[in-house]
């Protein structure tokens, strides 16, 4: 099926944020700070204020009364939480954050003043490196007086044991750097308030708008009833928006205030010195082997840069706590497991969740760490996951989560088929003949996905999910469907027609989806944790199933035939094993709305039905990716030749969408294990604030996929569905740094830090003896 929102959004008809124009609109523009860290002496905003054409300018005092900050926690063992003002203060604390803000009738001018606006700083110690960080020194924010923003571990079985008799043991410590998720289209909000009626009207770019509209009215006192959150078409979201932004609250009360609409969108600078960053971590794991290189236990320790505040929801957890709890053993049968996990605050932009969260850092530790064992132990990077990999379902990790199904040796096996590993050998060999150097990296992954309440229960959280969806069906058989769940471009609209059209038997074309346009309709937990598939998913065939059983009730009564014998299809009900018996969904849908006589005693003729889902179980996708790079000693050029790639998310809906993140999951993860990284001087100013600066993969660098799919499907969804939207970048950093490594083993060098940037190569080559190692080995 071809995705149904494409003709409009390829062909320039989507309405974004910022198409969004109301009568009377004024422009929102922030003052943000110059320093990283700094008490704020004094501020002068009366060159502003006198401005024409600008009608509002506030500093934190003014909004002080309203809000005094939002509360940031996570629900672990651990967490201490922040307050974060929505402008700050008495104290700044990282480059970018919100000091005061202008309100004019124009963008440009709304900047101009921004600028007129004098802030005079007393400036603190900047405190930047998170390992100083935990050891005490100067604070980066006093709410947290030693700079723990979390620390938490627990222990799985005999540990100490299993190390203390292990054959060998192999351990390192990996750096993920910090990165941006980087969303086409940045942050922003609308604002317009309605003080006749007390209705607040809110756009914004969200994927959690629900989420957002509970914050309007927990931290602001706008009556919930009266808020309605709409959702525009939102261009690329990656968990970035997946937060309530500070500057969402405010732009609520600045359209009080002034009596008109308000608009505040960034620009890119502000993305990226503002907005939430991602990744930055140091894994330190270990693996106790017995003789026969099985994994015997893991150790991990986590420790991740959190920035200067917890952000909203998410916190420093998201990073350092995922990768420490929930990937620990991944594919692997290990019995035993310890964990530690922490977060330092620092005077940086605070993290927050980005595609895959903490998976990535986990999975980056725990899939390198392999690669170097196999080494170790003489092996190939495939023989030792088939040794290690869990073989029989269901299977209960070290931490009691049961994995019903999945396909984790197979993946291996069929990676290793589609690269054909001897021929790869062969070839490798040959180009060391020449001077040029491959490498193989693989990286297998279990994956959380459908993020439901089992799944947060199953991890020790306690967080409540579920998702609504109506499915409403007309006269003329055809049936609009509203689910919870907002779009960023996963195609949600197209596959919840399939889904809805496959319950009610009728043409796909003949489906209208309204995907969390308002939160007036449909209640939805947030597009987060690969669950848009899952949740909805369930939740429209729930609701789709009320209204099937009212058509096979009504169409076997016109047909004279038993309901247990209709078969719905292609617009049709029909009498199985009697050709003529048929009738079309439309007349049936007609005969319910407007002809009684088919109704049998007590039937309810409303042909609209909204139901609830949340999976009763927690599920696990699996797949894997292994790529084959070639590194340029002399330049320290990284080339990624081709991507493998297994997808095991049960039934699919839709191939070409899947296929479609996976490929853009990929490249993401390539950009974060090459390309991208946010880079901060010692006064802790961001030197990364322009695209020229912050380099992402393009087209030029995307390499040729091959993508094979298994399929496990989930005996608790509609289906047998799975998620699998974040798989791509969790894996790939992984294989990408695997690969990079696999190509310089005639240099002895090893890397253990992203991004693999040329100077990166280049030092790991000089570190190990250079050119004479490799020419040894030729």
């Known amino acids: 099926m071809q995705r149904q929102e494409d003709p409009r959004l390829l062909t320039g008809r989507g309405q974004y944020l910022a198409d969004v124009s109301l009568p009377g609109q004024l422009y929102a523009a922030f003052v943000r700070s110059p320093v990283a860290h700094a008490r704020i002496s004094e501020i002068d905003a009366s060159p502003a204020v006198g401005l024409p054409g600008v009608h509002l300018v506030w500093t934190g005092a003014d ?58 700083f007393d400036e603190l110690p900047v405190v930047l490196d998170p390992l100083a960080a935990r050891e005490g020194g100067p604070v980066a924010n006093e709410q947290l007086s030693d700079n723990i923003g979390l620390r938490g ?16 043991v192999v351990e390192a410590t990996y750096y ?31 994927q959690v708008p629900h989420y957002v509209r509970y914050c309007l009215t927990a931290y602001l006192g706008f009556p919930e009833h009266r808020v309605e959150v709409l959702t525009p078409d939102t261009g690329g979201g990656f968990g970035q928006k997946a937060h309530l932004h500070p500057e969402e609250l405010l732009v609520a009360l600045l359209a009080r205030e002034v009596g008109s609409p308000v608009s505040w969108v960034e620009d890119r600078r502000e993305n990226l010195m503002a907005a939430t960053h991602a990744h930055e971590q140091f894994v330190t794991i270990a693996y106790a082997l017995d003789e026969q290189a099985n994994i015997a236990a893991v150790r991990t320790h986590a420790l991740g840069d959190g920035g200067a505040y917890h952000s909203l929801p998410w916190s420093m957890a998201v990073e350092p706590w995922c990768a420490a709890t929930v990937t620990p053993t991944g594919a692997y049968d290990a019995p035993a497991a310890a964990y530690i996990y922490e977060a330092t605050a620092t005077n940086k932009s605070p ?25 170790a132990c003489g092996m190939s990077p495939f023989e030792f996951r088939r040794q290690n990999v869990v073989k029989d379902f269901p299977w209960v990790n070290p931490q009691g989560v049961s994995f019903d199904e999945g396909s984790w040796l197979e993946t291996i096996n069929m990676l290793e088929k589609m690269v054909d590993y001897p021929a790869f050998l062969a070839r490798q060999s040959e180009a060391r003949e020449q001077g040029r150097y491959l490498g193989l990296g693989l990286s297998v992954f279990v994956e959380s996905s459908g993020e439901s309440t089992a799944m947060s229960f199953a991890h020790g959280l306690g967080d409540l999910y579920h998702d609504t969806a109506t499915v409403r069906m007309d006269p003329n058989g055809c049936a609009t469907v509203t689910i919870g769940l907002t779009t960023q471009g996963q195609g949600n609209r197209t596959t919840m027609a ?17 995907a969390g346009e308002s939160t007036s309709y ?156 946010l880079v901060y001087d010692s006064d802790g100013q961001l030197q990364t604030t322009t695209l020229l600066d ?31 939207g974040e798989s791509g970048l969790i894996a790939a950093p992984a294989a990408v740094l695997n690969a990079v490594n696999d190509a310089l083993v005639p240099f002895n060098a090893v890397i253990r830090e992203l991004p693999v940037a040329p100077d990166r190569v280049f030092n790991a080559i000089k570190k190990s003896g250079g050119y004479q190692n490799a020419s040894s080995s030729s």
């Open 63 to 120: 909004v002080a009364g309203f809000c005094d900050g939002v509360e940031g926690t996570f629900n672990v063992d651990g967490c201490f939480s922040t307050f974060m003002p929505i402008l700050a203060t008495d104290v700044v604390r990282y480059v970018g954050e919100p000091v005061a803000v202008v309100v004019a009738e124009s963008r440009a001018l709304a900047e101009d003043a921004a600028e007129l606006v004098s802030v005079d």
């Open 153 to 168: 571990g627990a222990t799985f079985g005999d540990v100490d044991a299993a190390f203390k008799d292990a054959h060998r």
């Open 176 to 206: 993920t750097g910090r990165v941006a998720a980087l969303p086409m289209e940045t942050r922003g909000c609308i604002a317009s308030y309605d003080w006749t009626s007390q209705d607040l009207r809110f756009w914004t770019s969200s």
């Open 351 to 375: 993290v927050g969740a980005y595609r895959g969260v903490g998976y990535m850092a986990g999975t980056l530790a725990r899939e390198v760490l392999a690669d170097e064992a196999a080494r």
């Open 498 to 514: 399939q889904v809805a059209a496959d319950m009610l038997g009728i043409p796909y074309e003949n489906v209208t989806v309204r």
């Open 522 to 677: 449909a209640y939805g937990s947030g597009t987060l944790g690969s669950r848009g598939a899952v949740v909805a998913g369930g939740a429209v065939s729930r609701a789709g199933y009320v209204l099937r059983e009212k058509i096979m009730a009504v169409s076997a009564k016109m047909l004279e035939a038993s309901p247990e014998d209709i078969v719905l299809e292609d617009g049709f009900a029909r009498v199985a094993g009697v050709p003529d018996a048929v009738v079309s969904v439309a007349d049936v849908c007609t005969a319910i709305y407007f002809d009684n006589t088919v109704w049998s005693d007590g039937f309810d003729p409303t042909m609209e039905a909204t139901a609830a889902y949340d999976p009763a179980r927690p599920m696990f996708s699996n797949g894997g990716h292994a790529m084959i790079v070639e590194v340029d000693p002399f330049t320290g050029f990284v080339t990624v030749e081709k991507v493998f790639s297994v997808e095991d998310s049960g039934t699919v809906i839709n191939p070409d969408i899947v296929d479609g993140q996976i490929r853009g999951g990929v490249v993401q993860g390539i950009g974060a294990a090459l390309f991208e990284r």
């Open 694 to 724: 912050y380099q992402v993969p393009t087209m030029d660098v995307s390499p040729p996929f091959e993508i094979a799919h298994l399929c496990s499907p989930s005996a608790h969804t509609a289906y047998g569905i799975k998620g699998m």
